[in-house]
Every structure is written in structure tokens, then in C-alpha cells.
């Protein structure tokens, strides 16, 4: 707030600035309750997180993936289009012509997992779908756009990152992935939201596969001569990006927007009044298990200069301070934006669209035999 304060220096400007931030506030807190509804639990389900949670912790500490989180991920085999379903189509509602990849996946979480056999059982979410837009103008340059919760359908996502925009204005290729339990692989009706959600195990298993997921796109993308590739990601796409920042080889800039960026703290907010002290138990316990999908435990491969963040300044959905700031400083406090608005209204910003053009623009600081 006194962010905002500092920002709004005039009265003129302090009275309009002020019912445009409640406004974006209100709409944030309206997403966030319904959201806590659709992810109640009830009192036998938070009693089996809890049991998988203890179950988990004694595993991670066995197989030494607490020591060494980044050893909890497997390398992913290359995508073979073979192997694949592609189909290349006009989306009206984005206005872009899309060549669409659907193959498996090929995830599954470790042996002996908690969880394990319930995830593999989401039929829908084996199979893994990206969508490619290709620049009028040949170009080498790509930015892999990845959606938030609830998303991963064309229209939505297109308009989202304003594809149309990046390809025609910017000059750049889109890789459009969805992410686990997301768009045309939910598991269940559109309104039920699974991923994130306060089960603890699905949570990991979701972040490790969109890990899985992203590398495969990126190893994709370099096969077909990609000279630079950027991951833009909002809200949970923000959190995959900033974990793809420190386990996604390859990545050349990350642009974590309105992110999410620990998962104790999502989960803490999200808690339902059912079975609340049960779960606080798992949740404190669960700190144990996250570090391989914590972007704030893991030290980033790609370089500071080529790192941004921006948030709202009234964000409700994933409070700046708590989220966005303390991965800002994790990454060494790299170029931000803090715009004055909420989580929900990041698409309408005009500070959001000049910050996230500044950092498409901007040359990539390390050459590529610098990468790893």
C-alpha cells in the first residue's frame, strides 16, 4: 500500500487511482473465494494429504531429493512427432493459424510416490497437447507462453499473451503449452479446478510434470532451429516459469508475471475451514517435500540480466510481498514492473504490455556457449 501511496502523488490522480485499485482488488478477492470453494475438501481427504504427507517426507529423505531437490526430476526423452498427433488449424477466436502437437506425456511420478497411482489414473492429463504459432517473418527467436489456472484453452490463452501481437508486431514464434489438469486435459467438468489444489501430492506431481512437459518443449524447439528461447509464464504459469529458471536447460530469459512463487503459501491460503487444523499439520510438515518444485530453494541457471518479474501492487490472488518480491530477491532483484492493479487486470495494463515488450526486445546477455 504504500507502494500505491507514493504513486499516486496528486489528489486528482489519488481519487481515480484509488477506485481503480479497489476495483481490481475486489475482482481478485471474488476469484480467490471462489476458487477456496472449488478446491473444499472434505474430512477423509484431508486425513489421506496428511497420511501421504508423512509417507512422502520418509521417501524424499530416502532417495536424498530433500539434500538434493534438483535430483527429484528425471530427463525427459525428445519429442517424436512420429509418434504424435499433428493437425495444423485457423483458431477464430485467436485469429492465428496453430500447428497442434498431441502426444503422452510420458510422465509419471517416482516409484513408490504417494499419489502415484491417482495421478496416472487422470486418463485425460496423459496426453500432453502444444500448440505453435509461427511469426509471419521467418525467425529463430522463440517465447513459450505459459497459462494460469483455469486456462489453457485457445481463445483465452491467445488473448491472454496477445499472440497476434508477438508474432505480427514482435516478430516472434509462440509455443503454447497446457499445463497438467488444465483445458482439454481436465479430468473432470470445466468448473472443477484440480491443479493447483490443496492436495499436496497432486500439487507436486502437477508442477514436476509441467517441468517434464517444458523441457520436452524446449529440447522441441531447439530441434527446430531455435536461436533464442524465452518463457513468459502468469499467475501458476508465473511459478513454472520461475522453476523453469532453475531446471529447464536451454531457456535462455524467464518472465515470471504475477507469479506465484511458493507453494506452502498457496496452499495456506486456499485452506477450508474443513478439517483446518489437520491440515495445518500436513501443510507444516509438507514444507519438507516442495523444495524440488520451490522456485525460493532452487538457484537459478540463467543469468540475472535476463530475469524479470512484475506484479500488481494490489494483486489478492498472489500478494506481491509475499510472492513476487521474495522471488525478485531470490533472483538477485532483477528488472520488475510493480503496476498499479490486481492479479486479474495484469492483461489491460499498459505498464504490464510496455515491461514485457522491453524484455522481448531486450538482447540476451549470454552468448550461447554460456548457457547451460
Known amino acids: 500500500m504504500d507502494d500505491l501511496l507514493r504513486l499516486l502523488t496528486c489528489p486528482a490522480r489519488r481519487v481515480v487511482g484509488t ?34 504427507v508423512r509417507a512422502a517426507v520418509q521417501l524424499f529423505e530416502d532417495r536424498g531429493w530433500t539434500a538434493e531437490p534438483r535430483s527429484y526430476h528425471r530427463d525427459p526423452p525428445p519429442i517424436d512427432l ?9 483458431s477464430r477466436g485467436s485469429g492465428v493459424e496453430m500447428e497442434r502437437i498431441e502426444l503422452d506425456s510420458g510422465y509419471e511420478p517416482n516409484a513408490r510416490e504417494p499419489g502415484r497411482t491417482r495421478w496416472m489414473a487422470y486418463e485425460r492429463n496423459r496426453r500432453f497437447h502444444l500448440r505453435l504459432v509461427a511469426a509471419p517473418d521467418p525467425t529463430d527467436d ?11 484453452f485457445d481463445t483465452v490463452d491467445s488473448r491472454a499473451f496477445d499472440v497476434r501481437r508477438l508474432t505480427r ?21 470445466l468448473h472443477n479446478l484440480q491443479f493447483p489444489t490443496n492436495d499436496q501430492m497432486d500439487s507436486i506431481h502437477g508442477l514436476a510434470q509441467a517441468v517434464w512437459e517444458l523441457r520436452r518443449t524446449v529440447d522441441h524447439l ?4 531455435a536461436a533464442t528461447i524465452t518463457v513468459h509464464g502468469i499467475s501458476l504459469g508465473g511459478y513454472v516459469a520461475a522453476l523453469a529458471a532453475s531446471l529447464v536447460p536451454g531457456v535462455d530469459r524467464v518472465i515470471a508475471g504475477v507469479p506465484a512463487s511458493s507453494l506452502h503459501l498457496l496452499f495456506e491460503e486456499r485452506l477450508d475451514p474443513v478439517g483446518d487444523a489437520l491440515h495445518h499439520e500436513s501443510l507444516s510438515v509438507g514444507r519438507r517435500i516442495h523444495g524440488p518444485v520451490d522456485p525460493l530453494l532452487l538457484e537459478p541457471i540463467v543469468p540475472v540480466d535476463d530475469l524479470f518479474v512484475y506484479a500488481g501492487l494490489v494483486d489478492r490472488m498472489a500478494p506481491r510481498r509475499y510472492h513476487a518480491v521474495p522471488l525478485w530477491d531470490h533472483w538477485g532483484r532483477p528488472a520488475h514492473c ?23 526486445t531486450t538482447p540476451i546477455s549470454a552468448a550461447p556457449a554460456q548457457r547451460l
Request: net charge positive; with cysteine; charged share 20%.
Open 222 to 225: 531447439r530441434e527446430r532451429g
Open 338 to 360: 510493480w503496476y498499479p492493479g490486481g492479479h486479474v487486470g495484469f492483461a489491460r495494463s499498459p505498464h504490464v504490455r510496455r515491461f514485457v515488450t522491453a524484455a522481448l
Open 142 to 152: 522463440w517465447v513459450i507462453c505459459v497459462h494460469g489456472t483455469g486456462m489453457g
Open 82 to 90: 512420429g509418434d504424435a498427433d499433428v493437425s495444423f488449424e485457423y
Open 169 to 189: 508486431e514482435l516478430g516472434l514464434n509462440v509455443a503454447l503449452p497446457v499445463l497438467p489438469l488444465s483445458g482439454p486435459r481436465k479430468s473432470t467438468g
Open 19 to 52: 477506485a481503480r485499485m479497489t476495483a481490481h482488488a475486489v475482482a481478485d478477492a471474488a476469484v480467490v473465494a471462489v476458487g477456496v470453494r472449488l478446491h473444499s475438501f472434505r474430512d477423509l481427504e484431508v486425513l489421506r494429504v496428511r497420511r501421504e
